[in-house]
């Protein structure tokens, strides 16, 4: 029988020790089960072993790891039944399981390994909050008890290395839902500015093939020259939203995402921009964060697009609980602002187009973090967009605002 001494035990609180370290930064989780394997075996003193994780269904379990094992025999044991003989047992019982009455395996898999190349197998459950999500299976090359102690090392590192399964399924689940509410958000964004412009240009080209059948060469014209002002407009909202697209939240934060993209803009679009920041930190989540950058852009995606202004403002500030986020610029004011939603009525009030993409979506996403968004008419001329949001992230009812 192998020795379990104090070395042993040194080591083995080591392994557990590199094990807790590991759980921070391991990205490639089932590489990192994979790595143990061989200190597993090692502790176990066996001579082989596999690590297998539970499959997506919840039914199987797959093999990412082996060593010392036949090849034919790895590749029968690729994906086996979570309640398959021996492991099976373990599974339930959940706990590390010592068996020396390997006749089940060997019926199961048809090889003669269980009978020739091992004496006595050792299962130790991959769990976490009593949820299984794997385990390794340790082969021996003779008949041994395995001591309580190590049974409960053993469990102890199950545990750890459970945990870091965990962790990974659960940073997969997050990375999903960013990846879902980012699509969402891109495509809330094509379709409340450049579906609508497309949406106009369709109207417009019915009108001109019915100024063509009608032989309205006049019409015609017109038609044909509004279709070509919206189709240039679309092409520079694509750009936009393609430059928008490419340049998401900064990593550093709100307000040093803000000064890059101010110190940027007028390389950009020709239109100077003041930044001014009265604000020394800022006590806000990152969905806060990216929902106030996502504003800001969108408000000054609008001044280019349709203010005609050469000069804008950009100002953050702090009002008690509340931060006051600012755009203004010296442009045609709210008809310039609305100039596509008015392509074919002129100007209105600014109470009746709420619904404009721009103001849409910059008011859907103050919602979002408990804000409101005011727009005005400066009286000098140009237009303002205020954003105010509470400092804190707070549940709204949902409502427009």
Same mark, same amino acid.
């Given at each position: 029988?192998?020795?379990?001494?104090?070395?042993?035990?040194?080591?083995?609180?080591?392994?557990?020790?590199?094990?807790?370290?590991?759980?921070?930064?391991?990205?490639?989780?089932?590489?990192?089960?994979?790595?143990?394997?061989?200190?597993?075996?090692?502790?176990?003193?066996?001579?082989?072993?596999?690590?297998?994780?539970?499959?997506?269904?919840?039914?199987?379990?797959?093999?990412?790891?082996?060593?010392?094992?036949?090849?034919?025999?790895?590749?029968?044991?690729?994906?086996?039944?979570?309640?398959?003989?021996?492991?099976?047992?373990?599974?339930?019982?959940?706990?590390?399981?010592?068996?020396?009455?390997?006749?089940?395996?060997?019926?199961?898999?048809?090889?003669?390994?269980?009978?020739?190349?091992?004496?006595?197998?050792?299962?130790?459950?991959?769990?976490?909050?009593?949820?299984?999500?794997?385990?390794?299976?340790?082969?021996?090359?003779?008949?041994?008890?395995?001591?309580?102690?190590?049974?409960?090392?053993?469990?102890?590192?199950?545990?750890?290395?459970?945990?870091?399964?965990?962790?990974?399924?659960? @940073?997969?689940?997050?990375?999903?839902?960013?990846?879902?509410?980012?699509?969402?958000?891109?495509?809330?964004?094509?379709?409340?500015?450049?579906?609508?412009?497309?949406?106009?240009?369709?109207?417009?080209?019915?009108?001109?093939?019915?100024?063509?059948?009608?032989?309205?060469?006049?019409?015609?014209? @017109?038609?044909?020259?509004?279709?070509?002002?919206?189709?240039?407009?679309?092409?520079?909202?694509?750009?936009?939203?393609?430059?928008?697209?490419?340049?998401?939240?900064?990593?550093?934060?709100?307000?040093?995402?803000?000064?890059?993209?101010?110190?940027?803009?007028?390389?950009?679009?020709?239109?100077?921009?003041?930044?001014?920041?009265?604000?020394?930190?800022?006590?806000?989540?990152?969905?806060?964060?990216?929902?106030?950058?996502?504003?800001?852009?969108?408000?000054?995606?609008?001044?280019?697009?349709?203010?005609?202004?050469?000069?804008?403002?950009?100002?953050?500030?702090?009002?008690?609980?509340?931060?006051?986020?600012?755009?203004?610029?010296?442009?045609?004011?709210?008809?310039?602002?609305?100039?596509?939603?008015?392509?074919?009525?002129?100007?209105?009030?600014?109470?009746?187009?709420?619904?404009?993409?721009?103001?849409?979506?910059?008011?859907?996403?103050?919602?979002?973090?408990?804000?409101?968004?005011?727009?005005?008419?400066?009286?000098?001329?140009?237009?303002?967009?205020?954003?105010?949001?509470?400092?804190?992230?707070?549940?709204?009812?949902?409502?427009?605002?």
């Amino acid at each position: 029988m192998p020795e379990f001494d104090e070395n042993y035990h040194h080591q083995a609180f080591a392994i557990i020790s590199e094990v807790s370290a590991s759980l921070a930064d391991e990205d490639d989780v089932e590489e990192m089960l994979g790595r143990f394997l061989g200190t597993m075996i090692k502790l176990a003193h066996a001579n082989a072993g596999a690590v297998r994780v539970l499959t997506t269904d919840g039914k199987h379990l797959r093999l990412v790891g082996a060593r010392g094992l036949p090849p034919d025999l790895v590749d029968k044991e690729r994906l086996v039944p979570i309640d398959c003989g021996l492991c099976g047992s373990a599974i339930r019982n959940n706990r590390t399981h010592y068996e020396i009455d390997l006749r089940p395996c060997a019926v199961r898999t048809g090889h003669d390994y269980f009978e020739k190349g091992c004496e006595a197998m050792v299962v130790v459950p991959l769990q976490h909050a009593g949820r299984l999500l794997g385990n390794y299976s340790l082969f021996l090359p003779e008949r041994f008890e395995i001591p309580e102690e190590v049974a409960l090392l053993f469990r102890s590192i199950g545990e750890h290395l459970g945990m870091a399964l965990e962790n990974a399924r659960l @940073k997969r689940e997050n990375l999903r839902i960013t990846l879902t509410n980012e699509r969402q958000m891109m495509a809330a964004e094509v379709h409340d500015s450049l579906a609508q412009t497309l949406a106009y240009m369709k109207m417009r080209l019915t009108l001109l093939d019915d100024a063509l059948v009608d032989d309205e060469k006049e019409r015609a014209t @017109k038609y044909a020259g509004d279709v070509r002002q919206a189709l240039d407009d679309a092409y520079l909202q694509l750009r936009e939203l393609l430059s928008q697209f490419r340049n998401r939240m900064d990593p550093m934060g709100l307000l040093h995402g803000l000064q890059t993209f101010a110190n940027n803009f007028h390389d950009r679009t020709g239109i100077a921009l003041e930044y001014r920041n009265r604000v020394a930190d800022l006590r806000l989540s990152v969905d806060q964060e990216a929902q106030v950058y996502y504003i800001v852009q969108e408000a000054l995606a609008n001044v280019v697009r349709h203010s005609g202004a050469t000069r804008a403002r950009l100002t953050l500030e702090g009002d008690g609980d509340y931060y006051v986020v600012t755009v203004e610029d010296n442009g045609k004011g709210g008809q310039g602002f609305f100039a596509i939603a008015n392509r074919t009525g002129g100007f209105e009030e600014h109470p009746q187009l709420r619904d404009h993409f721009g103001l849409s979506i910059m008011r859907e996403r103050a919602r979002k973090i408990g804000g409101r968004i005011e727009v005005a008419n400066l009286p000098e001329g140009g237009f303002r967009v205020r954003l105010i949001f509470p400092a804190m992230a707070i549940r709204v009812p949902e409502k427009k605002i």
